[in-house]
């Protein structure tokens, strides 16, 4: 299973799985939460990190590999 796009503002002619860069790629800060030490703001990043995913076309795609990658991602899905 290939993974995810990285995560980088890489140009929209390098992405693979869209002709647009997805949310992580657009806006890496928005998934930086393990960084927000306040546990309010920490859950309002959050939340604004799960709606950007939401509206992503490859979010299942992503999902499946960070599933089949827990030791990958940092702080599972």
Same mark, same amino acid.
């Given at each position: 299973?290939?993974?995810p796009?990285?995560?980088?503002?890489a140009?929209?002619?390098?992405?693979?799985?869209?002709?647009?860069?997805?949310?992580?790629?657009? =806006?890496p800060?928005?998934?930086?939460?393990?960084?927000?030490? =306040?546990?309010?703001?920490?859950?309002?990043?959050?939340?604004?990190?799960?709606?950007?995913?939401s509206?992503?076309?490859?979010?299942? =795609?992503?999902?499946?590999?960070?599933?089949?990658?827990?030791?990958?991602?940092?702080?599972?899905v």
């Amino acid at each position: 299973m290939p993974p995810p796009p990285p995560r980088t503002n890489a140009s929209p002619s390098t992405h693979t799985h869209t002709d647009r860069p997805t949310p992580c790629q657009a =806006d890496p800060a928005l998934f930086a939460f393990e960084e927000v030490a =306040d546990p309010l703001q920490r859950n309002k990043t959050i939340t604004r990190a799960k709606r950007a995913c939401s509206g992503c076309p490859v979010v299942r =795609d992503c999902l499946k590999w960070a599933l089949a990658n827990p030791s990958l991602t940092r702080r599972g899905v």
